[in-house]
C-alpha cells in the first residue's frame, strides 16, 4: 500500500489518481474532507502530529510525503515522523522537496525542508527526494484579477524560470514510488523552457481567448500581499528566486524526461488544461 500526504493538493491529487489508476492500494492523506477516486481509503491526519498518522501507516510499505503551510517554518521534528513511519514498516519514503535546498542553502525559508531532507536520507535506505523548481500553479493566483479584470499584477515580469506542471511531479512521483532503481537519488524537476511572468500571462489569454494586461508590482508591493496568505520567510525566500534566481535555477533539467521517458509539459499546456479557472 502507498500513502500519500497532501492528498488534495495540486500534486497529491493527480498522485492518488495516477496510483490508483495503475492498480495500487492507496491511502490518502489530509487534514480535512477528500474527493478521492473509487478503492481509495481516506484517513484524517496532519503532519504536525506525527502520532496522527499511526492509522493512515497501518500495512504501508510506501510514502509520498509533502510538507506544507505552517509545517515548512515549524512543527514537530522530521525525525519523529521518519519513527513513526518505520515503526508502521514503510521501507519507501519519497520526499517532495525545493531545488532551493541546494541552490541557497542558507535560505532560511527551506530550512524545514534541508531538515526532513537530512532526517529521510538518514532514516531510510530507499529514500528518494524531488526538488522541484518554480510550479506553475502558483499562477492560480491570478486567477480572479484574470477572470473580473483581465489583468495580472506580479513582479519581476522579465525574469524566466523553467516552471515545472504538477501534473510531472506527481507523474514522477509515481513512478518513484512504483518501481525500483530511484533508492538514494535525488531529481531536479522543472519544465521544459524557462518563461517570464510577461510569457505566462501571454500563454493564459490565448487559452482562454482574451487579452490580459500585466501591470509590473514592485517587491516590496508583492511581499505585501504574499505575507497575507504565507509565512514571512517564505515570502521572503520566494521573492528571492523569482527576483534574482541563480544560474541552476534558470537551467532547464533533464530529470522528467529522465524518470518518464517524455519531455515536460510546457507552461502553455498547463494554461490550456486549466483555462476554465481563467474565463
Do not use: C
Request: hydrophobic content about 50%; cysteine-free; aromatic content about 4%.
Amino acid at each position: 500500500m502507498i500513502v500519500v500526504t497532501g492528498a488534495t493538493g495540486n500534486v497529491g491529487r493527480r498522485l492518488v489518481r495516477a496510483l490508483a489508476d495503475g492498480g495500487e492500494k492507496v491511502t490518502a492523506v489530509s487534514r480535512g474532507a477528500a474527493e478521492l477516486p473509487d478503492g481509495v481509503r481516506h484517513v484524517r491526519a496532519d503532519l504536525g502530529d506525527a502520532a496522527s498518522l499511526k492509522g493512515a501507516l497501518d500495512g504501508a510499505d510506501a510514502l509520498f510525503l509533502l510538507i506544507a503551510g505552517e509545517q515548512l517554518v515549524s512543527g514537530e521534528a522530521p525525525e519523529r515522523l521518519l519513527e513513526v513511519a518505520e515503526g508502521a514498516g514503510v521501507r519507501r519514503v519519497v520526499l517532495l522537496s525545493s531545488q532551493a535546498t541546494v541552490t541557497r542553502p542558507g535560505l532560511v525559508s527551506h530550512a524545514r525542508l534541508r531538515a526532513f531532507e537530512d532526517a529521510v536520507r538518514s532514516a531510510n535506505a530507499e529514500a528518494t527526494v524531488l526538488r522541484p523548481g518554480g510550479f506553475a500553479s502558483n499562477s492560480f493566483a491570478w486567477a480572479e484579477s484574470v477572470r473580473t479584470r483581465r489583468r495580472v499584477e506580479a513582479p519581476f515580469g522579465g525574469v524566466a524560470l523553467p516552471l515545472v506542471d504538477p501534473h510531472d511531479i506527481a507523474d514522477v512521483a509515481a513512478a518513484v514510488l512504483r518501481e525500483d532503481g530511484h533508492a538514494g537519488r535525488a531529481y531536479t524537476l522543472t519544465g521544459p523552457a524557462a518563461v517570464t511572468p510577461r510569457e505566462q500571462v501571454a500563454a493564459i489569454a490565448a487559452a482562454i481567448g482574451e487579452p490580459v494586461a500585466f501591470a509590473e508590482l514592485t517587491r516590496a508591493e508583492a511581499r505585501e500581499r504574499m505575507v497575507a496568505f504565507m509565512p514571512a520567510p517564505v515570502a521572503d525566500g520566494t521573492l528571492a528566486i523569482i527576483g534574482e534566481p541563480t544560474a541552476e535555477e534558470r537551467a532547464v533539467s533533464p530529470d522528467v524526461a529522465r524518470v518518464l521517458g517524455r519531455p515536460a509539459a510546457p507552461f502553455a499546456d498547463w494554461a490550456a488544461r486549466n483555462a476554465a479557472a481563467f474565463a
